[in-house]
T-cell receptor, first 115, second 113 residues
């Protein structure tokens, strides 16, 4: 079974600064997908960014980018120019491309953005 | 609003009672997923449907839990003889296919007293 580990329960960043959230995973598969989801307080989870394992290029979505290191099984999220609205729980998730297609989530990192 | 909707948003029940939650996916999404999220944890997969067929159930889905998706539209998740350990947020998600993004609903928060 695949496991997803987020070793930072909480992170803090000042507005306009950059922060990196860490995620590692364990799998024996070669083809899979990785995701970062954002869950604001009392609001529903939304997709921030996704990465296909077969792609070497790191995904980027506006201020959000990832550092995908397949050999190291590492998938970190970088948030640039942090905004107050970025405050939320961030979940790293793994999805097999072979079966199930259910998401396997880490425990999450709570991001606090200070003015 | 054309997103995933879930009802009720909150449910408080006494131990031993049965509860049923409903999820309405985004129109034309043929995949529907149920997850459970306890405090301080990430969501954990329970089960998923492709159209009306329930294709996979996790070991978390004990025999007290049953899910249906009649006609491949909305889905219901029933918990019989609730226990305090069932207290959690129950999340529903839908996707157009297994390759597409899963869109989540706001969840149903269950409290078992």
């Amino acid at each position: 079974a695949q496991t997803v580990t987020q070793s930072q329960p909480e992170m803090s960043v000042q507005e306009a600064e950059t922060v990196t959230l860490s995620c590692t995973y364990d799998t024996s598969e070669s083809d899979y997908y990785l995701f970062w989801y954002k869950q604001p307080p009392s609001r529903q989870m939304i997709l921030v960014i996704r990465q296909e394992a077969y792609k070497q290029q790191n995904a980027t979505e506006n201020r959000f980018s990832v550092n995908f290191q397949k050999a190291a099984k590492s998938f970190s999220l970088k948030i640039s120019d942090s905004q107050l609205g970025d405050a939320a729980m961030y979940f790293c998730a793994y999805r097999s491309s072979n079966s199930g297609y259910a998401l396997n989530f880490g425990k999450g990192t709570s991001l606090l953005v200070t003015p | 609003d054309t997103g995933v909707s879930q009802n009720p948003r909150h449910k408080i029940t006494k131990r031993g009672q049965n509860v049923t939650f409903r999820c309405d996916p985004i129109s034309e999404h043929n995949r529907l997923y149920w997850y459970r999220q306890t405090l301080g944890q990430g969501p954990e997969f329970l089960t998923y449907f492709q159209n009306e067929a329930q294709l996979e159930k996790s070991r978390l889905l004990s025999d007290r839990f049953s899910a249906e998706r009649p006609k491949g539209s909305f889905s219901t998740l029933e918990i019989q003889r609730t226990e305090q350990g069932d207290s959690a947020m129950y999340l529903c998600a839908s996707s157009f296919s297994q390759y597409n993004e899963q869109f989540f609903g706001p969840g149903t928060r269950l409290t078992v007293l």
